[in-house]
């Protein structure tokens, strides 16, 4: 079978991890695949690409000024996308994010494709502009599939939508590090630092802000901890700023991305995920799998379907400063709770199992049909 996945670009996020992870997996399975960007043919992609997987990129990905143009250029996206899924003979398409999912949906729709669509984040609490939203009640209609990654992100889609709604998390792999090549992660408590570890692309829903303000609450009261995020985006000067005007710039790190975590969150002692708004969190799951005990916002929706409060980390309101700096401070505190929460957290692999992730995948790419007239 000829499948296609299609995305906005291969650049850094969990959203192309995990398409790139689906690739490879239907690629053992025999498929042919191809993966259609929006992005420049040269782009290239921050993540190994899966032998085997032919990339093309349309070019189609620059911001539009006005209504107008912007009506020409999703038209000219759609035509494309169509024109790449005829030549390649596709026979199943798999979209991920909104407004690529919408194009792709426009452009599968003629030719009689079943589409599986993939919303990445919480889409009751994701800010889109009208006329997007309702293209999005027009085109989901169409989906063979809505694929969200928690329960509670599909409770969005009700009515005529509800029935095409499948809850799939990501999938979780066993920790493995370059030091000790091994599933633990480094797990012994003699190998980890007093670091509190958080990942993810820099950007006001990530609620980083958030996480340096509760850090510099309790950081008088544990003077050994440093605060460590990973990743890049919008936000890195104004983060940077915000960590010097707290006293605090020798404490709070930004190396930038990683495309391989593991050994930060092998070397830290806490993971702790601020986000506004999670569609699930993998890298909190990640972050468990290599025995990190968690402190995480409640944001909607994942989190909640991924810590187990008292069990592998806690949960706290989002947007709450002081309840985020007394859980970590609690934490900080108490090495052997930690150890105990990291201990558990490790199940994360078991529960969010590739194999398990890969057979719900399967089931609806299987059983995929041509749309309803």
């Given amino acids: 079978m000829r499948c296609a996945i299609c995305l906005s670009d291969l650049g850094a996020g969990g959203t192309q991890r995990l398409a790139l992870g689906l690739a490879e997996h239907l690629l053992g399975r025999g498929h042919e695949v191809d993966i259609l960007t929006l992005d420049d043919p040269d782009a290239g992609s921050l993540f190994p690409l899966p032998a085997g997987a032919r990339v093309v990129g349309l070019g189609l990905r620059a911001d539009s000024r006005g209504l107008l143009e912007a009506f020409i250029a999703n038209r000219a996206r759609?035509?494309?996308?169509?024109?790449?899924?005829?030549?390649?003979?596709?026979?199943?398409?798999?979209?991920?994010?909104?407004?690529t999912n919408i194009l792709t949906l426009l452009a599968a729709r003629p030719l009689g494709l079943p589409v599986t669509v993939a919303e990445e984040s919480s889409p009751g609490h994701e800010p889109l502009?009208?006329?997007?939203?309702?293209?999005?009640?027009?085109?989901?209609?169409?989906?063979?599939?809505?694929?969200?990654?928690?329960?509670?992100?599909?409770?969005?889609?009700r009515g005529r939508l509800a029935g095409r709604v499948r809850v799939i998390p990501n999938p979780v792999a066993p920790c493995r590090t370059a030091t000790d090549g091994g599933p633990d992660g480094g797990g012994?408590?003699?190998?980890?630092?007093?670091?509190?570890?958080?990942?993810?692309?820099?950007?006001?829903?990530?609620?980083?802000?958030?996480?340096?303000?509760?850090f510099a609450r309790v950081a008088p009261q544990h003077p050994e901890w440093s605060l460590r995020?990973?990743?890049d985006g919008p936000l890195r000067l104004a983060l940077l700023d915000q960590a010097a005007a707290s006293g605090l710039a020798d404490r709070i790190a930004l190396p930038g991305f990683s495309a391989q975590p593991a050994e930060a969150f092998a070397a830290a002692s806490l993971f702790c995920s601020a986000a506004r708004v999670e569609g699930f969190g993998?890298?909190?799951?990640?972050?468990?799998?290599?025995?990190?005990?968690?402190?995480?916002?409640?944001a909607p929706s994942g989190p909640r379907d991924i810590?187990?409060?008292?069990?592998?980390?806690?949960?706290?309101?989002?947007?709450?400063?002081?309840?985020?700096?007394a859980a970590l401070s609690a934490l900080m505190a108490d090495p052997d709770r930690r150890?105990?929460?990291?201990?558990?957290?490790?199940?994360?692999?078991?529960?969010?199992?590739?194999?398990?992730?890969?057979?719900?995948?399967?089931?609806?790419?299987?059983?995929?049909?041509?749309?309803?007239?």
């Fill in 307 to 325: 810590v187990r409060p008292g069990v592998d980390g806690e949960l706290v309101p989002v947007d709450d400063v002081r309840a985020l700096a």
């Fill in 339 to 373: 150890a105990t929460y990291g201990a558990r957290a490790r199940e994360v692999t078991e529960r969010f199992s590739p194999a398990r992730v890969w057979a719900d995948w399967d089931a609806l790419i299987d059983q995929g049909s041509p749309v309803d007239p």
């Fill in 188 to 214: 012994s408590r003699t190998r980890r630092k007093p670091v509190v570890v958080a990942m993810g692309r820099l950007s006001p829903e990530k609620g980083f802000d958030l996480l340096i303000a509760a």
């Fill in 129 to 157: 502009p009208l006329p997007w939203a309702l293209l999005r009640w027009l085109t989901y209609g169409w989906a063979r599939y809505i694929v969200v990654h928690s329960r509670g992100a599909g409770t969005f889609f």
């Fill in 78 to 99: 759609v035509a494309a996308l169509r024109l790449a899924l005829v030549r390649a003979g596709t026979e199943r398409v798999i979209s991920f994010l909104t407004t």
């Fill in 282 to 298: 993998i890298a909190l799951c990640e972050a468990m799998a290599c025995g990190l005990p968690a402190v995480a916002t409640d």
């Fill in 229 to 231: 995020i990973l990743g």
